[in-house]
């Protein structure tokens, strides 16, 4: 395999005891914490495509 491997510009921790989320962002190689809590909305942005998602919904 060659060339430059994807790497993924998000990841999630949902700490379904404590009724929080955290979002974390890769940012220059480094994931770092871009929202953390349990009702707020966040948008994703992956290229031209963005999703927006309500975590207020989830409890």
């Known amino acids: 395999m060659g060339g430059n491997p994807q790497r993924i ?10 009724e929080e989320v955290e979002v974390f962002q890769l940012k220059d ?16 942005s992956l290229g031209e495509c963005s999703a927006t998602i309500d975590f207020s919904e989830i409890w």
Do not use: E, R
Request: no cysteine.
């Open 9 to 18: 510009p998000y990841y999630l921790i949902i700490s379904l005891d404590k």
């Open 29 to 44: 190689g480094v994931y770092t914490l871009a929202q953390k809590g349990d009702k707020f909305t966040y948008t994703f």
